[in-house]
């Protein structure tokens, strides 16, 4: 027995180590050696008969406790260890580790007939920048499935029933005893001759042939919270597709895209406005008309407003979409706007303006385009 390693040392854990300490450290070394995964590499299959003896023995509480004593001479005997135990015993670690090389489908078995959650769906709306900020509620046009009315959902023909599956009996899933170099193992598969559903439709219904759901255009109402942004997703619970054997249906995962303002910006809660003014209103100060999602207010600006000056609108933002009474600001930056076309009285009044200062100007031809401000509050009216 003095060639054979410590079964903790094997496994790399303390004796102190717990159970799921120890099934932990051999799912991981299993993994790792496994034969199907390292074909004909003998030093790794030898590692893996080492794993799995050292398994066997320390997740035994029994076995656990006579090799804390006497070490590998508690089977020298063949009780276990040194060759002597039955690699059946850990079918069930196989199963969870290695579903998908003995048939098992991978990981955990379950109840093929338990109740299953439907696919959920996924769609898009897109709204306009006022929308999106103060909230809408809007209709989505989806194809969706829809319990067969034909067959109430059975997917038989009407007057006819599911029969029990013979070869699963109902159970969805069939035992499969398979002989391995590592011994006997027991897998589980889904029935093949019903799906895994544990009923067999000998006539299916027309309507939905045999699927019990038929599917249908529906109108969905969704309401859009304020201050949603674009791209963000409103999920919608028991909105989406049906589930299997009772299960609930499930969720509709709307993303909303929201289309951009011609003179408003918006980041996060605030919101950004660049306002045109003259070079009187800026120079001698003035009560500006400045337009918000609210309406316009009334701003007074000083004299002597230098361009690019920035001022607050508090709460005339985006309503924060957690607590729709909370809004953020909207900011309002002032921009001196040139006139482009002046008359001769006026083309003197600012020469004589600019000779005040020292100043020496030069005329240029100007166009006909429509001043900015007007732009804007064409726009907002």
Request: with cysteine; proline share 3%; net charge positive.
């Amino acid at each position: 027995m003095a060639d054979k390693r410590d079964y903790y040392e094997v496994l790399g854990v303390g004796k102190s180590a717990t159970d799921a300490d120890i099934k932990k450290a051999y799912r991981k070394l299993a993994k790792q050696y496994h034969p199907d995964m390292n074909p004909g590499d003998e030093s790794a299959e030898h590692k893996f008969k080492e794993a799995t003896e050292a398994y066997e023995v320390l997740s035994d509480s029994s076995k656990r406790s006579k090799y804390d004593q006497f070490g590998h001479a508690a089977f020298s005997n063949g009780g276990g260890g040194a060759g002597g135990f039955d690699f059946s015993d850990v079918g069930d670690i196989f199963g969870d580790i290695f579903g998908d090389f003995f048939g098992g489908g991978g990981g955990r078995r379950r109840n093929a007939n338990a109740p299953t959650k439907g696919a959920s769906l996924k769609t898009s709306v897109t709204l306009n920048f006022k929308e999106a900020v103060f909230g809408v509620e809007k209709e989505i046009d989806m194809v969706i499935s829809e319990t067969c009315e034909e067959c109430s959902g059975t997917g038989a023909k009407k007057g006819t029933t599911p029969e029990t599956c013979p070869h699963c009996k109902g159970s969805g899933q069939v035992r499969y005893n398979q002989q391995t170099m590592f011994g006997n193992i027991t897998s589980v598969k889904t029935c093949n001759n019903c799906s895994g559903t544990g009923k067999v439709i000998k006539e299916k219904c027309s309507s939905c042939r045999g699927t019990g759901y038929i599917r249908k255009r529906k109108k969905i109402a969704v309401d859009i919270p304020a201050g949603i942004d674009n791209g963000q997703s409103i999920r919608l619970s028991g909105k989406g597709e049906p589930g299997t054997n009772g299960g609930p249906r499930g969720d509709l995962l709307v993303t909303v895209y929201v289309k951009p303002h011609e003179f408003l910006e918006r980041q996060g809660v605030d919101i950004y406005f660049t306002l045109p003014i003259s070079f009187a209103q800026a120079a001698l100060g003035a009560e500006l008309e400045v337009p918000t999602l609210d309406g316009n207010v009334k701003y007074e600006i000083k004299e002597g407003t230098q361009t690019h000056t920035r001022f607050r609108l508090k709460g005339k933002g985006v309503p924060h979409i957690r607590n729709a009474k909370i809004r953020g600001d909207q900011y309002v930056t002032v921009v001196v706007d040139v006139p482009k076309k002046l008359n001769d009285k006026q083309k003197e009044l600012l020469k004589e303006f600019s000779t005040t200062f020292g100043e020496q100007v030069k005329e240029f031809k100007d166009g006909k385009k429509k001043k900015w401000y007007d732009k804007v509050m064409d726009a907002f009216d």
